[in-house]
């Protein structure tokens, strides 16, 4: 059984479904407005749970009401709290979300006590990482501690996964070295790389030092970089798109589940694609995460057959 270590941000989120998104200025009301957990530390870890996969969750809350939200929430949904400590000296990170009749959504983060977390936090649990098969990371923590946990993962043998969100520069190039896939969207690819062609941007990541490359198109599905080519994967088809808040943490995890299912990227891939789209036809984050029993998992196979004619 492989064990997942999550690296990555534990937040409330405030989630407001509007009619239109509002210019400077204006007033109006929101459709439906929701407290939950987010997050791409926690949002994968669900994700995993969700999918049977057993997961690590290391990271920090405030010692406040956000904060003991944060962890009831985790245990509702089976999440292992004992790695998530509460810091009295800095308050929960959150997200206030703001989405579109059309299930978009534009995110305005604080990330508090995130922001705080270094690499002696991660020390206190080297142990872990000695027993645990992944690592999946992102970039909500300071650059210093992601190349941390990326060094002590390789020095383990692990695997490792970054999602380079939220976006920022990365001028470390030791980083990439590190990273044996890469899951960026498209605006995080051109913004790494400089590219403007997909191609382009996934071959400058390889000649980097990353190993596998994987592009979420979001609606249209995904790609990946194969001897030199972009090989897309088309998206499931969905009867409509609510909220897509946390459908690309879904498809980190659903990718790190399917791999270790099968070991195969290509329909690594496409379980992700399979599994991301159940999320988006639901509003929230972790409530429209499916549990691996509700996936219809027939589905893969009905694809395959239909790419072969």
């Known amino acids: 059984m492989s064990t997942v ?86 308050k929960t990170g959150s997200c206030s979300i703001l989405v579109s009749p059309n299930g978009e959504n534009t995110i305005i983060g604080y990330p508090a006590v995130n922001r705080m977390i270094g690499p002696e936090f991660l020390i206190r649990f080297e142990y872990l990482f000695e027993f645990s098969q992944w690592l999946t990371v992102s970039l909500e923590y300071p650059l210093d501690t992601v190349l941390f946990a990326l060094k002590m993962a390789r020095k383990s043998g692990m695997k490792t996964v970054l999602d380079p969100s939220p976006l920022i520069d990365l ?45 979420k198109h979001g609606a249209t599905g995904s790609s990946y970089l194969s001897k030199g080519e972009m090989l897309n994967m088309t998206a499931f088809p969905v009867k409509s798109v609510v909220d897509t808040t946390g459908a690309g943490d879904l498809f980190n995890a659903a990718f790190i589940y399917g791999l270790i299912q099968t070991g195969s990227i290509e329909t690594a891939v496409q379980i992700a694609n399979l599994v991301a789209s159940y999320a988006v036809q639901k509003r929230g984050t972790c409530e429209s995460f499916p549990m691996r029993r509700d996936i219809d998992w027939s589905l893969l196979q009905k694809k395959k057959d239909e790419q072969l004619f």
């Open 5 to 90: 270590i999550v690296v990555g941000g534990i937040n409330l989120d405030c989630m407001a479904f509007l009619p239109y998104f509002p210019l400077e200025g204006s007033n109006l009301r929101a459709r439906d407005l929701r407290y939950c957990l987010g997050g791409r530390g926690a949002n994968q870890a669900v994700a995993l749970t969700n999918l049977k996969t057993t997961s690590i969750l290391l990271g920090k809350v405030g010692d406040d009401f956000a904060g003991d939200y944060i962890l009831n929430e985790l245990k509702k949904y089976k999440v292992n709290t004992e790695y998530v400590v509460k810091s009295s000296s800095n």
């Open 171 to 215: 001028p470390n190039q030791a980083l990439w070295p590190l990273v044996d896939y890469v899951l960026p969207n498209l605006k995080e690819l051109k913004r790494l790389t400089g590219e403007k062609e997909i191609l382009a941007g996934a071959l400058a990541l390889k000649e980097w030092g990353v190993k596998e490359v994987i592009v």
